[in-house]
């Protein structure tokens, strides 16, 4: 494209104090009839391009000219340099390319700017991933993006969590990357659906376009998704009375939990334990954690809770007293 091609031309020329027309057209493989006329179009555009005549001539930019790569300032440099989600990059097949990208951005900035985005490279590094990474296999996921890039119906046989495989023909409208995980968001019949990647079994494309829903946006799609799906999280209560020197590690326990309210020991309580509001998503959560504090929570409420934590005492009993 010819856009890709005048900002090579103006990068090579911030990097060389001058270079030939024949140079150039090797360079970019093109004929010198074609850099004369970028040349033309660069001058056109405002970059300050001269051409020196003579044996040891050639195209330049004015002396002290440098485009500050389209106008990048010092925050937006850093912010590409901050982090790249590897694995994710990774399993696209786009983690080399990413890397030469960058290694040809650093080269095209300024000094300073380079200077900046080297250091910030070196002292901020994010980690997006949990310290429980899956290890969900995605074969299929090249070939979903292949089809979304082509915007072509695909065939997808799914393997649902209960274990049942079903066919689809779907209108695949993008790929989500959430966490460690990949989702693919698609139509069915006009009804937006969303799949996990990793239980995807087959995908055939066809020949046919796919139909992307009037004024349809991603990204905000995934964002009201989410929202709804955490709302529609089973709620399950719960009392506790906690032994103070448990609650830090009660706040950071399990993935299924969260903390509500904490209230201070009553002056009647010479203890000093705390009442402790908790949700859970189900039952059988709240009863692995809390099992595992022994001595250091009482369940209050509810009742079925505390009659399936006494039952868990009993059986453990059990077991080491045979």
Known sequence: MRADRLLSILLLLQTHPRLSAHELARRMEVSARTILRDMEALGAAGVPVVAD??????????EGYRTNLTGLNAAEIQALFVARPSRMLADLGLERAADAAL????????TLSRQG?????QRLHIDGAGWRQTTDAVPYLLPLQEAI??????????Q???????ERLIDPLGLVAKGSLWYLVAAVDGELRT????????????DDLCVRPPNFDLAAFWEQSAAEFKANLPRYPVLLRVAPQALDRLRYAGNYSHVERVEEATPDDPTGWLRVQMRFE??????????GFGGQVEVIDPPELRAMIIQA??????????
């Open 160 to 166: 649902r969590a209960d274990g049942v495989c079903v």
């Open 53 to 62: 005549r003579g044996a040891r001539g050639g195209w330049r930019l004015l």
């Open 282 to 291: 189900e039952a059988h959560n709240a009863s692995e954690l809390l099992v």
């Open 103 to 110: 290694i040809k951005l650093l080269a095209a900035l300024p």
């Open 149 to 158: 890039w082509q915007e072509r119906r695909v065939w997808l046989t799914y």
């Open 313 to 322: 005492a009993h059986e453990a009993l059990a077991l080491y007293t045979a």
């Open 195 to 206: 799949y996990r990647v990793s239980r995807v079994q087959s995908v055939v494309l066809t």
């Open 117 to 121: 985005a080297e250091y910030t490279r």
